[in-house]
DNA sequence: AGCTTGATTGCCT
DNA sequence: GGCAATCAAGCTA
């Protein structure tokens, strides 16, 4: 079943831990997705903290769509809008379909490598500044629940200054294609 | 207009 | 484990 615009309104901390399990794939290429990280406005460690900007704007846009953006001046991080404001880091997916074409696009060829990190998923996909803003349920992407829900588990987010000790780290419980393990 | 810093990654020791 | 790469958004003035 497709996720859409349903499932994502409500708080990204609900979400998150449903997203878990779910395949996500863009233009044909993805797999399982592993281990998210949910952020809302009241959230100290979110981009939307301080409200509206250029940069954030498809945060505070329609549930459902995508919200891309560029860190540390080289790497690009999906997040799927919730409610206005809040949102979740898509973080790591175990590789499903398409291996051929992330192998070329990451240049390893360790399979636990293709995607355990934001960075790296966002690479081994093919997503950039592109797809900002596009919905989650048309073409090139394509999003559908779980069959079965695997064991979550939940943590400290990674890479944060503000807001650290907020468990909104949601991840299948000893997956190897996180981009590090549960503390 | 200038300064700081980041929801990361990979290479080096 | 430590740190450089690399640059624009967002903040201070």
């Keep these: 079943m497709?996720?859409?615009p349903a499932f994502f309104d409500r708080p990204a901390p609900e979400v998150a831990p449903e997203l878990i399990g779910a395949t996500?794939?863009?233009?044909?290429v993805g797999g399982v997705l592993v281990e998210v990280e949910a952020y809302d406005q009241a959230?100290?460690?979110s981009h939307s903290f301080?409200?509206?900007?250029p940069r954030n704007a498809a945060m505070f846009g329609p549930p459902g769509h995508a919200y891309v953006y560029k860190i540390y001046g080289?790497?690009?991080c999906l997040n799927f809008v919730c409610q206005p404001g809040s949102a979740v880091l898509i973080r790591a997916l175990e590789p499903q379909h398409g291996l051929d074409l992330m192998h070329q696009r990451r240049g390893v060829v360790a399979e636990r490598q293709l995607c355990s990190g934001p960075g790296k998923l966002c690479q081994a996909l093919g997503i950039s500044i592109a797809q900002n803003g596009l919905p989650l349920d048309a073409?090139?992407?394509?999003l559908s629940a779980a069959d079965t829900r695997?064991?979550?588990a939940a943590g400290p987010r990674i890479g944060i200054t503000k807001g650290v000790d907020t468990p909104w780290r949601f991840v299948v419980a000893g997956s190897l294609f996180l981009s590090k393990?549960?503390?």
């Excluded at 301080?50 to 900007?53: K, M």
């Excluded at 073409?139 to 394509?142: A, D, L, M, T, V």
């Design 2 to 4: 497709t996720l859409g």
């Design 24 to 28: 996500l794939l863009v233009n044909g």
């Design 43 to 45: 959230d100290p460690a």
């Design 50 to 53: 301080r409200g509206p900007t």
């Design 74 to 76: 080289m790497h690009w």
């Design 139 to 142: 073409s090139p992407f394509s």
């Design 150 to 152: 695997p064991d979550i």
């Design 181 to 183: 393990p549960l503390r």
